[in-house]
């Protein structure tokens, strides 16, 4: 049976819009076995349309992941930051450990080091920006999660419908001066945990360049190229550079054009392309009390701005 869900035809998923914008919820698909190319069409036509998608309890494995996520493109993997002395738990290279789990098991120290780099992943942001070549799909797996009360959230902006919703006027500002953004990990880290952070100077570091304003390839929308990763915006002064970002950021993570989903169980999926959207982990008290195992592979970005006004090198941002 045929379903057509905001003028696309599904038949071989089901699709449950989330937002009225973006996001949706995915059901009809047994990763137990491996997916017909007609169903996994289907899975890209929908993250193209809605941005980010959520499965429930798929029974994925590492390796079931990992399998899946190649389907969505070239693998980044953990490789550099082992090599610089990085510990990692997590058996492969193309899993990134995006837990609140140290090497031996332990739950994160809330005063340690990687605590205070991981608070930028509270402020929206899409990832890897500030490498030279950026990510495309993210697709992050529950292994093991605290308590439903207490609320384990992930948020997401849709960056589509921010460029779409802009006056008219900052529109054509942004086509006509065809602004570069210089993306920082180092600058949303130091944004995040000033303190901790304070002798960093985020200047000190390579950043990746990007248009602010350009086209989403896989819709055919424009979009809003933007991150807490933004360290300034090339041509303007400071203070201008700060403004304009802060406007556009207010803008693109306003209530009504962000969604939360929660994480009820383990084996829920969620894959989000960064290209088109932001997010966020959403903080909360259970992180020094409970285990939350949350595994991601990172798709490299494929599309012809994928390496934005960067040098084509292996550098990445974070290492030692």
């Known amino acids: 049976m045929t379903v057509t869900t905001n003028g696309i035809a599904f ?4 699709v449950k819009p989330l937002h009225p914008t973006f996001g949706a919820e995915i059901s009809g698909v047994d990763f137990s076995s491996p997916l017909k190319d007609e169903v996994f069409k289907e899975i890209y036509q929908a993250v193209t349309k809605y941005g980010v998608i959520v499965f429930r309890s798929t029974g994925l494995t590492d390796e079931g992941h990992i399998a899946f996520s190649k389907k969505f493109g070239e693998l980044d993997d ?6 610089a002395g990085r510990k990692n738990r997590l058996k492969y290279a193309e899993l990134f450990d995006v837990s609140n789990v140290e090497a031996d098991g332990s739950i994160l120290d809330p005063n340690s080091p990687r605590t205070q780099a991981n608070k930028g992943n509270n402020l929206f942001h899409v990832d890897s920006s500030f490498n030279p070549r950026r990510a495309g799909y993210s697709l992050l797996l529950a292994h093991e999660l605290p308590p439903s009360s207490i609320g384990a959230h ?3 902006a849709d960056t589509r419908t921010a460029f779409d919703d802009l006056p008219q006027e900052l529109k054509e500002q942004l086509l ?7 993306h920082s990990m180092h600058h949303s880290r130091k944004v995040a945990a000033p303190e901790a952070f304070a002798q960093l100077n985020p200047l000190d570091y390579p950043m990746g360049r990007h248009k602010l304003a350009q086209r989403h390839e896989a819709s055919d929308r424009m979009n809003l190229y933007i991150a807490a990763h933004v360290h300034h915006i090339e041509g303007l002064p400071p203070d201008e550079s700060q403004a304009l970002f802060d406007q556009l950021y207010k803008h693109a993570t306003r209530d009504d054009n962000t969604l939360e989903i929660e994480w009820k169980a383990p084996g829920d999926l969620v894959i989000w392309d960064n290209t ?3 997010h966020r982990a959403v903080g909360a008290s259970f992180l020094w009390k409970y285990k939350r195992d949350m595994r ?3 798709v490299h970005d494929s ?7 960067n040098e084509h090198t292996d550098v990445r941002q974070g290492l030692p």
């Open 176 to 182: 006509a001066k065809d602004y570069i953004a210089c």
């Open 11 to 14: 038949s071989h998923i089901s």
């Open 303 to 309: 599309s012809p701005t994928a390496w934005g006004l």
């Open 154 to 156: 992930t948020a997401f």
């Open 296 to 298: 991601r592979t990172t």
């Open 78 to 83: 953990v490789k550099p930051y082992i090599a």
């Open 276 to 278: 088109c959207t932001m």
